[in-house]
């Protein structure tokens, strides 16, 4: 086990040759993930039940795991990761996570290309986002049977474009706030304007209290009126 450094409190047990020389100065720098590792602190409250797309090498998940009695269920399409996401969490004490191989969609179980690049932020079922180092085929798994199965309240992602077809298509019952990560580079503004009109459309309101640039949280919307912030 190589020795641990660490990044927004999270001990990672990883050295230059588990990840890409970009993400590796990201991490070193404490740039990888800043915003997002901010926001998950405020995202969840104590015995939240939460659904995360795109584990990557599990940081935000290993933040989000320190909130008490919460329980997470993290997958990622991308083996690699998932190894890496296991070794985190085990580094951290962290038992409250359940790492999963897979892929989570809108509608019935279907097969999918994963396209695994050596960023691998950048890995993703679009070929045309760039060169990529190999493809693994994987069925995919209906979001809405996983939720009810497992009580999720919150759903949090960062999945490289496929946001606007899981948003687009899921009835999200049970959830209450959903954070993400837009990629306009991928789908444009017409994408975006399709992820909030979907969102409104099922009772999500944007939470601009938690929300920054791309990083956005929707919270169904109870009607109450919020105190002044300042």
Same mark, same amino acid.
């Given at each position: 086990?190589?020795?641990?450094?660490?990044i927004h409190g999270i001990k990672l047990p990883l050295t230059d040759q588990d990840v890409s020389p970009i993400i590796w100065q990201a991490l070193q720098t404490g740039e990888y993930e800043a915003k997002e590792a901010r926001q998950v602190r405020d995202l969840l409250l104590p015995g939240d039940r939460v659904l995360e797309l795109g584990a990557g090498i599990g940081v935000i998940t290993s933040v989000m795991a320190q909130?008490?009695?919460?329980?997470?269920w993290s997958f990622d399409a991308n083996p690699g990761t998932v190894a890496l996401a296991r070794r985190v969490a085990e580094a951290n004490d962290i038992s409250n996570v359940v790492f999963e191989h897979g892929l989570l969609s809108s509608g019935g179980a279907s097969d999918h290309i994963f396209y695994i690049r050596r960023? /691998?932020?950048?890995?993703s079922m679009i070929e045309s986002q760039g060169p990529f180092e190999t493809t693994i085929s994987i069925t995919s798994t209906n979001i809405d049977e996983y939720i009810t199965r497992q009580s999720i309240n919150v759903l949090v992602m960062d999945v490289e474009g496929a946001e606007r077809e899981i948003l687009g298509g899921a009835d999200l019952k049970g959830i209450d706030r959903v954070?993400?990560?837009l990629h306009?580079?991928?789908?444009g503004l017409t994408g975006v304007r399709e992820i909030f009109a979907s969102m409104d459309k099922r009772g999500f309101a944007y939470d601009p209290r938690m929300s920054s640039g791309p990083c956005v949280l /929707?919270?169904?919307d109870d009607g109450a009126i919020r105190p002044y912030a300042g």
């Open positions: 086990m190589p020795s641990a450094f660490s909130t008490p009695d919460v329980q997470i960023d /691998f932020w950048m890995s954070f993400l990560e306009d580079h991928l789908y /929707f919270r169904r």
